[in-house]
Nanobody, 129 residues
Framework: VQLQASGGGLVQAGGSLRLSCAVF????????IAWFRQVPGKEREGISC????????YYVDAVKGRFTVSRDGAEDTVSLQMNSLKLEDTAVYYC???????????????????????WGQGTQVTVSS
């Protein structure tokens, strides 16, 4: 199993970025994919997840209404569209996967990094003023 995160970069506050997580070696419909972020000295924070079996999504309050997680059509890629970016969104972003239904319900288990088995490398997102 391999996950490859990409799409990070430098953006001004208020701008947008789209992160992608390409997934290899699993059948996506059997998994939940989540996005996490981490800044130095802090614990990895779960921000969004999607159950690719039924399409259910869940977001942490800090990104609700600004970020959208989705599967890219029939591709084995999960994207995180990030709009209205804020300075505090600056972090290294990671995608991760776990087989269903290990993190069901998503609201309770979906954003706990301890529940995920497979991880991509991080991609840096920097939001400037």
């Amino acid at each position: 199993v391999q996950l490859q995160a990409s799409g990070g970069g430098l953006v001004q506050a208020g701008g947008s970025l789209r992160l992608s997580c390409a997934v290899f070696g699993i059948t996506l419909e059997h998994y939940t994919i989540a996005w996490f972020r981490q800044v130095p000295g802090k614990e990895r924070e779960g921000i969004s997840c999607i159950d690719l079996g039924d399409g259910t999504t869940y977001y942490v309050d800090a990104v609700k209404g600004r970020f959208t997680v989705s599967r890219d059509g029939a591709e084995d890629t999960v994207s995180l569209q990030m709009n209205s970016l804020k300075l505090e969104d600056t972090a290294v972003y990671y995608c991760a996967a776990v087989v269903n239904p290990r993190v069901s319900p998503l609201a309770k288990y979906g954003l706990d990094h301890n529940n995920y088995d497979y991880w991509g490398q991080g991609t840096q997102v920097t939001v400037s003023s």
